[in-house]
């Protein structure tokens, strides 16, 4: 196994802990909701400091129910990791053609 091999089995390691070790430790128990998004989080503190409290804006959209918004939500993160991978494939392809361009200008003879 190859030292970058390694690396990536560790970070997928990682990755797979973190999304499994609060499910396992039961970090979120004592909540009704117990892993609700952090807006859900932020308008419960609001209310409870200022009972009164209106917001300055309403949503431009509101999905009809919590599944909509996770899978709207899914979509928009897939499409950002899509579009960051495509960024950096990009990256490293132009990198291998600079490297293979002038690997090509050493290896040519001196007469051409």
């Known amino acids: 196994m190859t ?5 990536n089995a560790l970070l997928l390691l990682a990755v797979a802990a973190l999304a499994v070790l609060p499910l ?3 970090l ?3 909540k ?4 609700a998004g ?3 989080e932020a308008e419960t503190a609001i209310t ?3 009972p009164d409290y209106e ?6 959209y509101e999905p009809p129910s919590g599944e909509i918004e996770s899978a709207l939500f899914a979509m928009q993160a897939a499409l950002g990791a899509g579009v960051l991978a495509y960024y950096f494939g990009v990256r490293r392809g132009r990198r291998q ?3 293979r361009a002038a690997a090509a200008l050493r290896d040519a003879p001196e007469g051409d």
């Open 24 to 26: 396992v430790l039961g």
């Open 97 to 99: 053609g600079e490297e």
């Open 28 to 30: 979120g128990d004592h």
């Open 32 to 35: 009704e909701e117990p892993f």
């Open 55 to 60: 917001p300055w804006f309403s949503p431009l």
């Open 38 to 40: 952090a807006d859900a």
């Open 48 to 50: 409870e400091i200022e």
């Open 3 to 7: 030292r970058n091999a390694k690396i």
